[in-house]
C-alpha cells in the first residue's frame, strides 16, 4: 500500500505545485490522477519515487517512509517502484528482448551486465512477461521498427520484469489511438489486479480513466478538489477540477448547427 502524507512541493520559482496532499493507494487498486495542465499530476508521481525532492510531508510505500531514505536506500526502494515515463522510453537500437532486461543492468554484478548475462530465471520471467503483454512473437524485433501501442506494452514487461509493489504510469496513451489506448489501459488494469499492485496513472483523458480506474483523484492548484469512484465526476465536479465548461455540450456539432442556422437566416432574408 501507498500513503501519502500531507506532501508540499515548491519549486526555487517559489511555485506551490502540491499543497499538502493526503492519499492512501491499497494494493490492487488503479488510480487515475486527473486535473488541468499545471495542476501538479507530474509532480505528485515524481515526487513519490523522489524524482523531485517533496518539500515536507512523507510517502510511505509499505513500512518504508521514501522521503527520509538516503541515496542508496532510496535506489533499492525504487526497484520496488515500477516506472512507466515517457522519459524512460526504449533504447531504439536493441530489440524488445533486451530493452525488456535493460531494466536489470543495474541488479547483475558488473561481468554480468558486461556481457549481458542474466540468471535464467530472469530470462524466463521475461519471456512469460513478453507473452503476458501480448508481445511473444516479437523478442528480437527493434524498438525502432515498434508501433506506439507495442513500444507501451515493452514498457509495462520492462517495469514488471522487477517485480515491483507500486506502479506509476505517465500518459500512457498520450500519442495511441483511442483502441490501442483502451488495450493498453485495460492490460494495466488486469495485470494490477492479478499482481495486487498499486497504480497511479497520470491521464489527461478523462472517459478513458473513467472507464478503466477504479478511483479518480482530481488535482487542482495542487490540491486534491475529488477523490472518488469514476461514477460520481459529476459536471459539476468536473467544473470544480478543470474550471467552467459545458461538459455536456457537443461542441463543434453545436457551433455547426448555430452556424447553419445563421447561414439559412441569412439565406432567407
Ligand atoms: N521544474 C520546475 N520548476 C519550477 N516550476 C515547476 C517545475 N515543474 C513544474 N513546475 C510548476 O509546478 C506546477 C505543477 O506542474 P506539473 O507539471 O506538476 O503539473 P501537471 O498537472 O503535471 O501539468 P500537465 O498536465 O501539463 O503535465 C506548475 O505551476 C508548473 O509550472
Known amino acids: 500500500m501507498l500513503r501519502i502524507d500531507s506532501l508540499s512541493k515548491r519549486y526555487p520559482t517559489g511555485d506551490m ?5 493526503t492519499l492512501e493507494v491499497p494494493d490492487g487498486q488503479v488510480m487515475a490522477l486527473i486535473g488541468p495542465s499545471g495542476a501538479g ?4 508521481i515524481r515526487c513519490i519515487n523522489r524524482l523531485v525532492e517533496p518539500t515536507s510531508g512523507s510517502v510511505w510505500l509499505n513500512r518504508v517512509d521514501l522521503t527520509r531514505l538516503n541515496t542508496r536506500e532510496l535506489r533499492q526502494a525504487r526497484r520496488k517502484i515500477g516506472m512507466i515515463f515517457q522519459e524512460y522510453a526504449l533504447v531504439e537500437r536493441l530489440t524488445v528482448m533486451e530493452n525488456i532486461l535493460s531494466g536489470q543492468l543495474g541488479y547483475v554484478n558488473f561481468w554480468q551486465s558486461w556481457f549481458r548475462k542474466f540468471p535464467q530465471a530472469t530470462l524466463d520471467e521475461a519471456f512469460r512477461l513478453l507473452d503476458r503483454v501480448g508481445l511473444s512473437d516479437f523478442p528480437d524485433k527493434r524498438a525502432d521498427a515498434l508501433s506506439g501501442g507495442q513500444r507501451q506494452r515493452v514498457g509495462i514487461a520492462r517495469a514488471l520484469l522487477q517485480n515491483p509493489e507500486l506502479l506509476l504510469v505517465d500518459e500512457p496513451t498520450a500519442s495511441l489511438d483511442p483502441k490501442t489506448s483502451r488495450q ?7 495485470l494490477a489486479a492479478e499482481r495486487g499492485l498499486s497504480v497511479i496513472i497520470n491521464i489527461h483523458d478523462v472517459p478513458l480513466a473513467q472507464m478503466f480506474a477504479q478511483r479518480i483523484v482530481g488535482l487542482r492548484f495542487g490540491e486534491v478538489v475529488y477523490d472518488g469512484p469514476p461514477n460520481r465526476l459529476t459536471p459539476s465536479v468536473l467544473n470544480e477540477i478543470y474550471g467552467e465548461e459545458d461538459w455536456n455540450a457537443s461542441g463543434p456539432a453545436q457551433d455547426l448547427e448555430e452556424a447553419e442556422s445563421v447561414s439559412a437566416g441569412v439565406a432567407a432574408h
Open 17 to 21: 505545485a502540491l499543497k499538502g496532499v
Open 41 to 44: 499530476k507530474s509532480t505528485l
Open 184 to 190: 493498453i489501459m485495460r492490460l494495466i488494469n488486469e
